[in-house]
């Protein structure tokens, strides 16, 4: 039986990139893997296409009108399924909501996801906008567990707080999808270890595997490549590999674990403010005995 992952990250976070290594990697261990780009550019799982567009589901409906695990499906690097969505249609008076729908319909109807022998199905989710969109008709799939994205900056972590904070009232109204955990990625420093760790703290959730900050990543993506397929000894495709174990080990665990608990606005732009004191702090040799960080 499939299980299908949901994956967000604000857009710039690198979340494409990770997810399409984790692909990779998920499928030189003998996984069967199947990723769906949600974004409307239609660019997550092209790094596993050689750097190739991917004809998006949207864009073959605004065609012909028909579509077909023939056309609908594009098999990747080593043989991953790969699926984009593409952006739903603009008409007057139809929603966001509704026009993701209109695609969902079509993808049950022919049968899209069924079609494909996949253990995971990686849904590669990015925007605020819409997220809860995409989380209800996942959730009606039976989504199995959500893992967020994120850089170390403000910005990336305020949105990964007010998913916490969707979360909660989807909580409220039907059965949660479970969530599995803070995937840092774009590491530098220690003291971005340490940011994450305290976010992670204030909002009660557990962080999987940090990607580090390679050059490298770039340069595989310039080649049209995942990091796994361009470079498969660098240390870089290890953090690739440790992740990937961790995603499965959580997905395959029968323990949902905690759900995070959102800071409010008020809290977390003091938890901002005293972050800010520290690097005051570091920055001006304030510090003394590693105390700050």
């Known amino acids: 039986m499939k299980e299908h992952i949901l994956f967000y990250g604000k857009g710039g976070v690198?979340?494409?990139?990770?997810?399409s290594n984790v692909s990779a990697a998920l499928t030189e261990a003998g996984f069967r893997i199947m990723q769906v780009g949600c974004g409307p550019v239609s660019d997550s799982c092209s790094t596993l296409h050689g750097g190739l567009p991917v004809p998006s589901i949207s864009d073959l409906l605004r065609g012909d009108g028909r579509i077909s695990p023939d056309n609908a499906v594009q098999r990747g690097f080593k043989g991953i399924a790969t699926v984009?969505?593409?952006?739903p249609d603009n008409q007057p008076g139809l929603s966001t909501s509704e026009g993701l729908r209109r695609?969902?319909?079509?993808?049950?109807?022919?049968?899209?996801?069924?079609s494909v022998p996949a253990d995971y199905v990686l849904h590669d989710i990015s925007g605020e906008s819409s997220f809860a969109a995409y989380y209800e008709i996942l959730n009606g799939l039976g989504a199995t567990r959500i893992f967020i994205v994120t850089s170390a900056d403000y910005m990336s972590l305020s949105a990964a707080n007010s998913i916490f904070e969707s979360l909660e009232r989807f909580g409220d109204a039907r059965t949660p999808i479970p969530f599995g955990g803070l995937i840092p990625n774009g590491v530098s420093s220690s003291f971005e270890d340490s940011f994450f760790a305290d976010f992670a703290h204030n909002t009660s959730t557990r962080v999987l595997g940090r990607v580090p900050r390679s050059l490298m990543v770039r340069q595989c993506e310039l080649y049209g490549k995942t990091v796994i397929e361009a470079s498969p000894l660098s240390n870089q495709s290890y953090f690739y590999r440790r992740l990937a174990n961790q995603i499965v080990d959580v997905a395959q665990s029968t323990v949902a674990g905690r759900q995070p608990s959102a800071m409010s606005p008020e809290r977390i732009r003091e938890w901002?403010?005293?972050?800010?004191?520290?690097?005051?702090?570091?920055?001006?040799g304030l510090v003394s005995d590693g105390a700050a960080i």
Do not use: K
């Open 84 to 87: 984009e969505f593409g952006a």
């Open 103 to 114: 695609i969902f319909d079509a993808i049950e109807q022919e049968r899209i996801f069924e």
């Open 272 to 284: 901002a403010h005293e972050w800010a004191d520290r690097l005051y702090a570091l920055e001006n």
């Open 14 to 19: 690198g979340t494409s990139t990770l997810i």
